[in-house]
C-alpha cells in the first residue's frame, strides 16, 4: 500500500488496541523503522533504538515482562492487545545527548542535565515513535502506543538484555486490525481547535 494522502494518514491514525490473525510483513515493519529515524532529534543526537518483536515466542516474552497480569485473568484491554503479532519498543538514550553537547561545537562540557529545559532524548523518540504509527495506516495496517508500567521497566530490560541507558519510552503493538466494535457510550472526542489553540496571547 503506502499511497495514501498524508492528510488522510493523519486523521485515520487512531489507537487499535485488538488485531486479526494475519501476520505483517516484515518489510512493513522494515519501513516503520526507516521511517521513524527521520524524525528530528536535537544537535542530531539520535540518541534512539528500537527493540523489533516479532516472533510469537518474542512477543509473548514481552507481555510476561511487562505486564503483571499476564496470567492472572487479563482484562479486555489485555486481552486484545496481545493479539498484537508485533511489539516495538522504542528506548530513548540519554547519554547520547549528553555526550553530543559536550562536544566542541555545543560546548555544554560540564553534561549537566539541568541544562536541558525538557528531556529531549524522549521527545525525540516520541517523534520517531509517532512516525511508525503513521506509517502503519499508510500501510494498512493498526498500531497503539502505550506506556510499560514504571515497576515493569526493569523487567523488560532484563528479559531482553537492554543496556541500562537505555530507557523504554513505551511499547508499540503492531497488526491488522481486527473488525471494530461499537463505540462505546460517552466515548471521549477530540477537543475543537478554538479550544486548544491561542493566537497571539492567551
Request: with cysteine; aromatic share 8%; hydrophobic share 40%.
Amino acid at each position: 500500500m503506502g499511497a495514501m494522502e498524508f492528510h488522510d494518514v493523519v486523521r485515520q491514525r487512531r489507537m487499535v488496541r485488538r488485531y486479526g490473525d494475519e501476520d505483517v510483513d516484515p518489510a512493513i515493519v522494515d519501513r516503520m523503522l526507516a521511517h521513524a529515524v527521520q524524525a528530528p532529534s536535537a544537535g542530531f543526537s539520535q540518541g534512539w533504538a528500537f527493540l523489533v518483536l516479532d516472533r510469537p515466542h518474542d512477543v509473548d516474552r514481552f507481555w510476561r515482562s511487562a505486564n503483571p497480569a499476564h496470567g492472572n485473568r487479563p482484562d479486555a484491554w489485555l486481552t486484545g492487545m496481545r493479539t498484537a503479532p508485533v511489539v516495538i519498543v522504542p528506548l530513548s538514550c540519554r547519554a547520547a545527548y549528553l555526550d553530543r553537547y559536550a562536544e566542541p561545537d555545543k560546548g555544554w562540557t560540564d553534561r549537566a542535565q539541568a541544562r536541558w529545559s525538557v528531556p529531549y532524548w524522549h521527545i525525540d523518540t516520541a517523534m520517531a515513535a509517532l512516525l511508525i504509527l503513521q506509517t502503519a495506516v499508510d500501510e494498512g495496517l493498526g498500531a497503539c502506543f502505550f506506556g510499560i508500567p514504571p515497576e515493569r521497566t526493569d523487567a523488560v530490560r532484563a528479559e531482553f538484555g537492554v543496556p541500562e541507558d537505555h530507557m523504554p519510552i513505551g511499547a508499540i503493538t503492531v497488526g491488522h486490525p481486527a473488525p471494530p466494535r461499537a463505540p462505546r457510550s460517552g466515548a471521549r472526542t477530540r477537543k475543537p481547535l478554538a479550544q486548544v489553540v491561542h493566537r497571539g496571547d492567551w
